[in-house]
């Protein structure tokens, strides 16, 4: 077994679209990013490569490269995923928190929480996303960007 733990953070690009665990969140900014700026997905892809002590995501995929410009990050996890299946292992579970003062996620978890099972190809039940708030704390409690951090447990 080993544990990875991965954190994520982008501030709001109003031309871009908000995509958050695979999953295009409707009327909301996105994040500014070299790839698509999803937060989450970063964040876990950081905790796989955590877990198996191969770097992090800016090691795999430098934003410097230009192949990585405006890149799906379900493409960048899917790698990250046979890397880790390279190794030996195979995800058993995720824990992610997504900490942002808009948009609400509530509404998105389940739909995430499905993204993220078949992109990993886990049973949803061993998924968990939660939405939290900074209580206006902070630039992510002004409402400036979205902070991810994720835990994944390998067998």
Request: hydrophobic share 45%.
């Amino acid at each position: 077994m080993r544990i990875g733990y991965g954190y994520d953070s982008h501030v709001f690009d109003a031309a871009k679209p908000l995509v958050l665990g695979g999953v295009l969140i409707p009327d909301a900014p996105g994040l500014k990013a070299h790839s698509d700026g999803d937060v989450l997905l970063h964040a876990l892809i950081d905790a796989l490569f955590g877990a198996i002590a191969h770097g992090d995501i800016g090691s795999h995929f430098p934003d410097a490269d230009p192949r990585w410009a405006g890149a799906d990050s379900t493409v960048l996890l899917a790698a990250a995923v046979a890397e880790v299946r390279s190794a030996g292992h195979e995800v058993e579970n995720l824990d992610c928190t997504v900490i942002c003062e808009k948009p609400r996620l509530r509404p998105h978890v389940d739909a995430i929480r499905a993204r993220l099972s078949q992109l990993l190809s886990i049973p949803v039940g061993c998924v968990s996303v939660k939405g939290k708030t900074n209580e206006k704390m902070d630039d992510v409690g002004a409402g400036r960007g979205i902070v991810a951090h994720a835990v994944v447990l390998l067998r």
